[in-house]
Structure formats: structure tokens, C-alpha cells
């Protein structure tokens, strides 16, 4: 069985500032990683994901993330968000054997303000 | 292209009574899975279909159950309802035959089922 750890519930950044939002894993096997984006009212739509090969994945809206195998973390970073950025972020795994079945993390809610 | 399309977008039922709620993938999509959002919960997996197949499950009584039809369309049932059953319900749909996630999975906008 896998978890993931988003150990920020919340976010507040400035616009044009960076930002990084955690997400840790737990898992005995071989994953993939995902970060999906959930605006107000809307089904979620997926980031970017990392399925095998280069570390560093890079997504729709400007946003990457990077895969540390030894720290079990997959952070997802932004350069300079916008206002249309303020969204709640999910961190997801699935292992490679059963992987159409998706853990979920609580969430980050990142709020961008002028 | 179409996206995920889930119906109904808001229902509201009474406890005891069962719902259907309905899910039509992308086209060419044969896989579907469920998901329930709640706020104390989060996002849990429900179960995922392929080919008409239940291929996963995920730890909800049975009470929750789900179907998939010839054409991709997915249904779930969730009978004798309770109070805590009000979440809101995604369906997602991937074209994915051996089920790996190299295309990652489409979500609909769910259905929000409130139990009064």
C-alpha cells in the first residue's frame, strides 16, 4: 500500500513570487507520481507526471516537479505564479503493478494575492 | 473532444434511499474509475473499470457497487444511503489498455450527492 504526505494544507504566496508545495510518499514498491489541479467546482486535471526516465518533470501552466527516489519526494515548483494559479493542489502515486488505482494526498490549497 | 461527462451535476436524496449516478468517458476511453471527495476523507479511489471488468476496488462496503457497459459508459450505485455518503463523486476515463497510466486519466467535473 502506498501514502502521500502534503504537509501544507494551505499556501499563501504573492503574485510573481515562486512557489514550492511539498508531497511525500510511502510505498514498498515502484511508483509513478502525479500532481493534479482542482479549481472551485471542477474535476481535477493533471500537471505533470513521472513515470520513469529524467527526474525532472515539466508540466502544463509553467509548473515541474522533480523526483527524489532517496528522499521519496516529488515537490512541485513554480517559477512566478498569477492569480489564476489559486487552486487546490493534490499529490498522487500509484504503484507500476496496479496503477490504475490512484492514493491521493489531502491537498495544498495555494492562494495567490496581488 | 468531448471531455468526462458526468450526470447529475448536484443531487440531493434522503437516507435509505439508493442513486445511480452516471459517467460517460472520452471517446475511445475504456477505462473508468471512481472516486470519492469528501473533506474529512479527501480523495479515495472507489473502483475502476476496463472492458466491462471490475479490475480494482478500493475499500468501501458494498453497498457502493459500479457497472460498465459495452460502450465505455459507467454507472455507480450506492444503495441504502447515509449521511456520510454526501461527497462529491469523480469519474475519470483513460485510454489505457494494459493498466499503466502513460496517458494519465481525464477527470470529469463529478457529481456533488448530498444525503439529508
Same mark, same amino acid.
Given at each position: 500500500a502506498q501514502s502521500v504526505t502534503q504537509l501544507d494544507s494551505q499556501v499563501p504566496v504573492f503574485e510573481e513570487a515562486p512557489v514550492e508545495l511539498r508531497c511525500n510518499y /510511502? &510505498?514498498?514498491?515502484?511508483?509513478?507520481l502525479f500532481w493534479y489541479v482542482q479549481y472551485p467546482n471542477q474535476g481535477l486535471q493533471l500537471l505533470l507526471k513521472y513515470l520513469s526516465g529524467s527526474t525532472l518533470v515539466k508540466g502544463i501552466n509553467g509548473f515541474e516537479a522533480e523526483f527524489n527516489k532517496s528522499q521519496t519526494s516529488f515537490p512541485l515548483r513554480k517559477? &512566478?505564479?498569477?492569480? @489564476?494559479? %489559486?487552486? $487546490?493542489?493534490?499529490?498522487?502515486? @500509484?504503484?507500476?503493478? +496496479?496503477? &490504475?488505482? !490512484? +492514493?491521493?494526498?489531502t491537498g495544498t490549497r495555494l492562494q495567490v494575492t496581488l | 473532444?468531448?471531455?468526462? +461527462?458526468?450526470?447529475?451535476?448536484?443531487?440531493i436524496k434522503t437516507r435509505g434511499q439508493q442513486v445511480t449516478l452516471s459517467c460517460s468517458p472520452i471517446s475511445g476511453h475504456r477505462s473508468v474509475s471512481w472516486y470519492?471527495? %469528501?473533506p474529512g476523507q479527501g480523495l479515495q479511489f472507489l473502483f475502476e473499470y476496463f472492458s466491462e471488468t471490475q479490475r480494482n476496488k478500493g475499500n468501501f462496503p458494498g453497498r457502493f457497487s459500479g457497472r460498465q457497459f @459495452?460502450? @465505455?459508459? &459507467? $454507472?455507480?450505485?450506492? /444503495?441504502?444511503? $447515509? !449521511?456520510?455518503? /454526501?461527497? !462529491?463523486?469523480l469519474c475519470a476515463s483513460s485510454p489505457a489498455s494494459d493498466g499503466t497510466l502513460t496517458f494519465g486519466y481525464t477527470f470529469g467535473s463529478g457529481t456533488r450527492l448530498t444525503v439529508v
Open positions: /510511502s &510505498s514498498s514498491v515502484s511508483v509513478y517559477s &512566478s505564479v498569477h492569480i @489564476s494559479d %489559486t487552486a $487546490e493542489y493534490f499529490c498522487a502515486v @500509484s504503484d507500476t503493478g +496496479t496503477a &490504475s488505482k !490512484l +492514493t491521493f494526498g | 473532444k468531448a471531455g468526462v +461527462t458526468q450526470t447529475p451535476r448536484y443531487l470519492q471527495q %469528501t @459495452s460502450n @465505455s459508459r &459507467s $454507472e455507480m450505485n450506492v /444503495s441504502t444511503l $447515509e !449521511l456520510g455518503d /454526501s461527497a !462529491l463523486y
